[in-house]
């Protein structure tokens, strides 16, 4: 067989030996014909312990592994090929190895022989390096997530608050619906307000990139609390300055502590005055100020230190010498200079000197270094503490440690550059929709089309319409999910029916990739205790994701079953896949991979958000896995089983068919300032069969309500002037007009917005654009008198 196959081994002999992977060649009976230079530098073995042997006898039968018996043996006469199998085993001479196969069955027609290339990657040091890469960004994630004690909130280009954190709400009292929209002068004292130190604040960080100081500031209950404030300014995509961000740290503690200090040297000075002529206490009396002054130093959280007024730093509290990992004699003089970054440390000696020269507070932020080694920021305050004459007895200093504050500001600037990526992102996706439409409605316009063109290209505005709804729900969507706003409405459920909705909703996008989707659920009956439309929204939107990340005509699995007292449901394709630093990220507000290294197809970075946060209400988890680009990916739900029998469906609410409204013809008033919106819906309206008018102001509504006498009023809520639900007020007091029905008209459709408009005695509210299907359910509930 040897001979047989070496001439074809003569002519891929180049071509083996230069991969780098270890590869051997297999005659059809699983003998070794050839092996590459890495085959036997990778294992430690030479070309007479190879060649012509049966692989499994390799290395002392090394090779015998199972999982490659059963490649070879079973699976590859059936194929001509299997890829990246993984194969873990311990060698004799090289230990534990990870390894991926590859291996084809090759044919040779010329002289009918048949060989086989085996080729082998080593991916055991990739794979230690991965677990490790991922511990470290657990452990850095923890940390992130552990910050606490900063009130940080974003102000726009006014300095009104536009977002508000948890922290701000515990520490300021202001909770976020009462801090939003609010000028952030509401933290300032009046003598601040007085003096425009907001304004001030805002202007600086204009010019300078940055405003830091300390002082008072109020919480809602009016207590003063004493806080280290940093602002930054933030940029549009042309740097225009659209806005600030603004970190508090309540530094109250401190500053009583400093306060203390400084009041006990004041009680010092007194005594000293009192005493002056008693020489001889009055030396005492200093002596045991200091030391009460130092116990106290002692106390604070802050590196204190005191110096002489030349500059000679004479003594260090417990704790500068805990962080810094010092010794006395070794900050003797001018030691502290060894533990200031030297690249830092010739500015903060010119600032340093500049105060002892005019005897002016220094205040300053550098680096310093701690026991550890490692160089954090601190903010530094040097007081000069004088006598009654005002000359300088002594220097006291605070370094406080702001390196958690230097955190929270990176993570500001990535959200506010992830807020950008976010804007951009949606500009793009409502521009998609909108661009067919707009050539749909020049088509219309055209006097030769044919009605066949017409249909389509109305059924090509309506699909383009459903995405920019969609859009729409989604945004608002995630906002009351993120804000805990939504509510389940649970009910016994069956898994099936939920899947066989959500396939539906994604149907179309999946047939116009051209994907197949493999449908595999267990003939038991999966009972839930879940919201029917949140779950199929769940589902829908992982079956959305992989139609829209996968190239055309690829394949979707999704598939269901039981495990112990949990549902488990998972969504996989073999798309684009996930690199893996995307992958513990895919399910962050706004996050989405890189559009040119996936070809991604779009998308605002929020559906996987809104699956994570409805899974988890539903007190369950979803994960997702991938084995990197190009190998697809697999998002996997797990949820409670409910054990309870499923309830039979009443008939009567299935089976009630809705009225139909086609042959009852209403007296209906349209009323939107919008005029392109009232006169497409008014044509929509007579098209069904009723008669309508149109108004696009409150006044012009109330007198021909008044006139025209309406079954029903649909009103748009936000017009200038006279808003919706003025009219509606109106409409109610008229005696003639009191029971006329009013659907309001708006683009608002949270569940607050629809209690205003209740209270404000409207019968129904529509959400626009109003869905026909709304429509028509609201005109089936009116009965003529």
């Not at 959280?301 to 005191?306: E, I, N, S, T």
């Not at 962080?323 to 830092?344: L, N």
């Not at 029916?497 to 595999?520: D, K, M, R, T």
């Not at 488990?568 to 559009?595: C, T, W, Y």
Request: glycine content about 6%; proline content about 5%.
């Amino acid at each position: 067989m040897a001979d047989t196959i070496a001439p074809l081994l003569f002519n891929v002999e180049d071509i083996v030996e230069t991969v780098r992977e270890p590869m051997l060649v297999l005659s059809a009976d699983l003998r070794v014909q050839r092996a590459n230079r890495s085959f036997y530098r990778t294992f430690k073995v030479s070309p007479d312990e190879t060649v012509d042997r049966l692989v499994y006898d390799l290395g002392n039968r090394q090779w015998d592994i199972p999982a490659l018996r059963k490649l070879l043996d079973e699976i590859l006469p059936q194929h001509t090929f299997f890829e990246d199998f993984e194969v873990v085993h311990e060698f004799d001479s090289i230990g534990q190895k990870i390894m991926l196969l590859n291996a084809r069955r090759i044919h040779h027609e010329g002289n009918d022989t048949e060989f086989i290339l085996l080729a082998i990657e080593d991916i055991t040091e990739q794979q230690r390096l991965e677990k490790l890469r991922q511990e470290l960004e657990t452990r850095f994630t923890s940390l992130v997530r552990n910050i606490k004690d900063h009130s940080v909130f974003t102000l726009d280009a006014e300095g009104n608050i536009t977002s508000w954190n948890v922290e701000a709400e515990r520490i300021l009292g202001w909770t976020e619906a009462e801090a939003l929209g609010q000028h952030f002068s509401i933290i300032f004292t009046p003598e601040d307000l007085a003096r425009q130190q907001p304004e001030t604040e805002l202007r600086t960080a204009r010019e300078k990139g940055r405003a830091e100081d300390e002082r008072w500031h109020i919480k809602k209950s009016g207590e003063w609390f004493w806080a280290l404030g940093i602002v930054t300014p933030t940029h549009d995509d042309e740097g225009n300055n659209n806005g600030y961000s603004k970190i508090l740290r309540d530094m109250t503690d401190r500053k009583r502590a400093e306060e203390a200090l400084v009041k006990a040297h004041d009680e010092l000075e007194q005594r000293v005055e009192e005493r002056t002529e008693e020489l001889g206490r009055t030396n005492a009396a200093l002596r045991e100020s200091e030391e009460r002054l130092r116990l106290l130093a002692d106390t604070i959280p802050q590196l204190a230190w005191m110096a002489r007024p030349d500059g000679h730093i004479f003594w260090y509290n417990r704790r500068w010498y805990e962080y810094t990992g010092t010794t006395p004699d070794q900050m003797e003089g001018w030691g502290w200079e060894s533990v200031h970054d030297p690249e830092v440390l010739p500015k903060v000696l010119m600032r340093w000197k500049a105060s002892l020269a005019n005897g002016e507070p220094f205040d300053m932020v550098f680096p310093l270094k701690g026991a550890d080694d490692k160089f954090r920021p601190f903010l530094t305050r040097v007081n000069p503490l004088r006598d009654q004459e005002g000359r300088v007895l002594h220097w006291f200093g605070t370094n406080t440690d702001i390196s958690e504050i230097k955190e929270m500001e990176e993570a500001l600037r990535d959200t506010d550059r992830r807020k950008d990526e976010f804007l951009a992102t949606l500009a793009h996706e409502l521009r998609n929709p909108l661009a067919p439409i707009r050539n749909s409605l020049e088509i219309l316009k055209m006097p030769s089309v044919d009605t066949e063109t017409a249909q389509q290209t109305r059924d090509m505005m309506e699909r383009q319409v459903h995405q920019l709804v969609r859009l729409v729900d989604d945004l608002l969507d995630v906002s009351r999910v993120m804000r805990s706003k939504i509510e389940l409405r649970r009910e016994r459920v069956e898994l099936a029916s939920i899947v066989a909705g959500a396939i539906e909703a994604a149907q179309p996008i999946i047939e116009v990739q051209g994907h197949e989707l493999s449908l595999s659920l267990p003939p038991e009956s999966l009972l839930l205790d879940a919201d029917p439309v949140r779950l199929a929204q769940v589902i829908g939107n992982l079956l959305t994701n992989a139609a829209k990340y996968t190239e055309a005509n690829g394949h979707i699995w999704l598939a269901a079953w039981r495990e112990g007292e949990q549902v488990v449901l998972s969504v996989r394709d073999k798309g684009i896949g996930i690199a893996p630093n995307m992958l513990p990220h895919v399910f962050e507000l706004f996050v989405q991979a890189d559009h040119a290294s996936t070809k991604s197809h779009g998308g605002l970075g929020i559906g996987l958000t809104l699956v994570k946060n409805l899974v988890e209400m539903h007190n369950g988890s979803v994960e997702a896995r991938s084995g990197g680009l190009g190998k697809g990916c697999e998002f996997v739900v797990r949820l409670p089983f409910m054990v309870q029998e499923l309830q039979q469906p009443n008939d009567k609410e299935n089976g009630e068919q809705q009225p139909d409204t086609s042959s009852v013809s209403h007296r209906l008033l349209v009323v939107d300032d919008n005029k392109d919106a009232a006169t497409s819906f008014a044509m929509l309206l007579r098209l069904k069969g009723h008669e309508v008018q149109v108004a696009h102001d409150g006044p012009s509504a109330l007198a021909l309500a008044t006139s025209y006498r309406p079954d029903m009023v649909f009103l748009d809520i936000g017009m200038p002037g006279m808003d919706g639900y003025e009219v509606a007020q109106r409409l109610r007091q008229h005696p003639e007009l009191k029971n006329v029905v009013l659907a309001a008209l708006t683009g608002w459709g949270q569940e607050e917005d629809r209690r205003h408009t209740a209270e404000a005695g409207f019968d129904h509210h529509l959400v626009k654009p109003p869905d026909l299907t709304a429509v028509e359910g609201v005109l089936a509930e009116f009965k003529k008198p």
